[in-house]
C-alpha cells in the first residue's frame, strides 16, 4: 500500500510561495496523487490532483518528478487565508481497497 | 443535493449506548467513503461503498462499527457500544463513480461524537 509522508507543519508569511512536499515511495502505476485543503470545523476540500510532470490550476501547482515517489504542492502568493492543513492522498482502488490519507501539513501563515 | 450532508452534526452520548451517523452524498453519486479524524490527527479511512457494496470493510476499527448503504444513496454508520475513543469527527465524501483513483472526492461537513 501506498503510504505517504509530509511535514507536520510549515510557517510562512503573506506573499510569500509555499512549497510542501509528500513522498509516497511505493505509488503505484495507476495512482493519481491529489492534494486536499482542510480549514477547522469543515472537511476536506479538492484542491489539484496529477499523474506526472507539472499541473496548475488557478489556486497551485503541483511538481512531479518522473519517479513520482514525491510530489510538490506548489501555492503562490499565499494569504492568511491559506492558514489551513493540507493532505496529500494517493489512493488504491484495488479488490482490497484502501484510501491512504497523509497525515497532513498545517500551513501557518503571518502577516 | 448541492453537497453531502450529514446528521446530526453534533452528537453527545453516553458510554455504551449506540450511535447512528448518516450521510447523504451528491445525487447521482456511485462511492461513498467514510472517514474518522480525531482531535488534531489525520484522515483514517474506514470504508468504501461502490454503489451498495463495500468491497473492503477492514478499515472499521472494530466489530462494534458497522455501515450500510441502501439505494445506492443515503448511508448510515453506526456504532454500538460507544467507547469514549470513538469520540471523532466522522467524515463522509463521495465521488462520481470511484473506478479510478483520479476521482475527486468530495466531503461532508462532518458528525462530532462525544462519548462521555
Known amino acids: 500500500l501506498a503510504k505517504t509522508t509530509q511535514p507536520i507543519s510549515m510557517d510562512s508569511y503573506e506573499g510569500q510561495e509555499v512549497n510542501i512536499t509528500c513522498s509516497h515511495n511505493n505509488i503505484a502505476t495507476n495512482d493519481y496523487i491529489t492534494w486536499y485543503q482542510q480549514f477547522p470545523s469543515q472537511g476536506p476540500r479538492f484542491i489539484i490532483q496529477g499523474y506526472k510532470t507539472k499541473v496548475t490550476n488557478e489556486v497551485a501547482s503541483l511538481f512531479i518528478p518522473a519517479d513520482r515517489k514525491s510530489s510538490t504542492l506548489s501555492l503562490p502568493r499565499v494569504s492568511l487565508s491559506d492558514t489551513a492543513v493540507y493532505y496529500c492522498l494517493v489512493a488504491l482502488y484495488s479488490s482490497a481497497s484502501k484510501i491512504i490519507f497523509g497525515s497532513g501539513t498545517r500551513l501557518s501563515i503571518r502577516p | 443535493g448541492a453537497g453531502v450532508s450529514q446528521s446530526p452534526s453534533n452528537k453527545v452520548t453516553e458510554k455504551g449506548k449506540d450511535v447512528e451517523l448518516r450521510c447523504d452524498p451528491i445525487s447521482g453519486h456511485t462511492a461513498l467513503y467514510w472517514y474518522r479524524q480525531s482531535l488534531g490527527q489525520g484522515l483514517e479511512f474506514l470504508i468504501y461503498?461502490?454503489?451498495?457494496?463495500?468491497?473492503?470493510k477492514s478499515g472499521l476499527p472494530s466489530d462494534r462499527f458497522s455501515a450500510e448503504r441502501t439505494g445506492g444513496s443515503v448511508s448510515t454508520l453506526t456504532i454500538q457500544r460507544t467507547q469514549q475513543e470513538d469520540s471523532a469527527v466522522y467524515l463522509c465524501?463521495?465521488?462520481?463513480?470511484?473506478?479510478?483513483?483520479?476521482?475527486?472526492?468530495?466531503f461532508g461537513p462532518g458528525t462530532r461524537l462525544l462519548v462521555l
Open positions: 465524501a463521495s465521488s462520481l463513480t470511484g473506478a479510478g483513483t483520479e476521482e475527486t472526492q468530495y
Open positions: 461503498f461502490q454503489g451498495n457494496s463495500a468491497p473492503d
